[in-house]
């Protein structure tokens, strides 16, 4: 399997947005769970959204509200919009998927493949 690429990350005041990309190249991850995940340093790795097959989504309770994820089945694009971004939201985050299985178990999983990451950084 393929890993995912993602992009889209940068530095952020408070209070700003950005547009995370996931780009898929099997396009057998769009009738997949897939999902964000962030993780920083020192910190435990966090389930952040995820969408299912039927696009069905969830969302970390820290994050509700102010993310937003969809993907984009004809260009096999998975996409993370965040908004109001917080310091609290600093963190490497990477998409992944979990080919056997259409549907998430939570905001996260963990199975499946993930990218390299792209980091977010947001400052107060």
């Known amino acids: 399997q393929v890993r995912p690429v993602e992009s889209g990350g940068g530095s952020v005041q408070a209070g700003g947005s950005l547009r995370l990309s996931c780009a898929a190249s099997?396009?057998?991850?769009?009738?997949?769970?897939m999902y964000w995940f962030r993780q920083a340093p020192g910190k435990e790795r966090e389930g952040v959204a995820s969408?299912?097959?039927?696009?069905?989504?969830r969302y970390a309770d820290s994050v509700k509200g102010r993310f937003t994820i969809s993907k984009e089945s004809a260009k096999n694009t998975l996409y993370l919009q965040m908004n109001s971004l917080k310091s609290d939201d600093t963190a490497m985050y990477h998409c992944?998927?979990?080919?056997?299985?259409?549907?998430?178990?939570?905001?996260?999983?963990?199975?499946?493949?993930w990218g390299q990451g792209t980091q977010v950084t947001v400052s107060s």
């Open positions: 992944a998927a979990d080919p056997s299985s259409p549907k998430c178990p939570s905001a996260g999983s963990q199975f499946g493949y």
């Open positions: 969408i299912d097959k039927d696009g069905s989504t």
């Open positions: 099997d396009y057998s991850y769009m009738s997949a769970c």
